[in-house]
């Protein structure tokens, strides 16, 4: 059964920390390239964090650059979103991605995560 489950989320006042986490089962996460999005309430849901399948290439949505920070431990089929210098903006629902196109496309979900930035 292919699962991806989020944890880490809370509620942190603004300037803190959180580490997110993402444990996949039933497939391996060392080749797919594997996201963060997030979703606030009343908004679209938008990409976070990229972390390539090969090579280690990131990409970050400009509102968390230099803030957030995405990893994976292939060994722990996790992969971990450092959030650091939280804002109040901040505040959604993160939800982690696997995603592979080559050679069946596969689009995993998990369930989300809430985290909460106070003022």
């Known amino acids: 059964q292919v699962q991806l489950v989020e944890s880490g989320g809370d509620l942190v006042q603004s300037g803190g920390s959180l580490r997110l986490s993402c444990a996949a089962s039933?497939?391996?996460?060392?080749?797919?390239?594997m996201s963060w999005y997030r979703q606030a309430a009343g908004k679209e849901r938008e990409l976070v964090a990229y972390?390539?399948?090969?090579?280690?290439?990131?990409n970050y949505a400009d509102s968390v650059k230099g803030r957030f920070t995405i990893s994976r431990d292939n060994a722990k089929n996790t992969v971990f979103l450092q959030m650091n210098s939280l804002k109040p903006e901040d505040t959604a629902v993160y939800y982690c991605n696997a995603l592979k196109r080559r050679p069946t496309r596969y689009d995993y979900w998990g369930q989300g995560t809430q985290v909460t930035v106070s003022s």
């Open positions: 039933g497939f391996t996460i060392s080749s797919y390239a």
């Open positions: 972390l390539s399948s090969v090579g280690g290439l990131t």
